[in-house]
């Protein structure tokens, strides 16, 4: 396909990114590029299909470490709150009376 012809490759050691950061950043990028992403050893390989065969490789490149970035920090506070979260969630709930598992009719 000529329209492809400026594709870019940029890999990501497994060690220090997850694939749930890459599928996130390529999904995040969709408007500017599609993303495949396959593995090499111990390596994420993503080849990067502009839309634009006149965008600049080292431009998208740019743009998905730096979207990969985001998603890995993303993910790493999501982890790090989700006991916070869950507290707050329960005693938000612990309140409505929904929990209540008490018989009303005695």
Do not use: K, W
């Not at 969709?30 to 990067?48: F, H, N, P, Q, W």
């Not at 490149?61 to 970035?69: D, G, P, Q, T």
């Amino acid at each position: 396909m000529s329209g492809y012809s400026a594709e870019a490759v940029v890999r990501f050691d497994q060690s220090t990114v997850e694939l749930d950061a890459l599928q996130r950043a390529a999904y995040a990028v969709a408007d500017l590029m599609t993303v495949d992403i396959a593995t090499e050893d111990t390596r994420y390989v993503c080849t990067l299909y502009p839309r634009d065969p006149t965008a600049s490789q080292a431009d998208l490149a740019h743009r998905l470490r730096s979207e990969v970035i985001d998603q890995t920090l993303r993910l790493r506070i999501a982890a790090q709150t989700d006991p916070l979260r869950n507290l707050i969630f329960a005693l938000a709930f612990s309140q409505t009376g929904l929990a209540d598992t008490a018989d009303p009719q005695t």
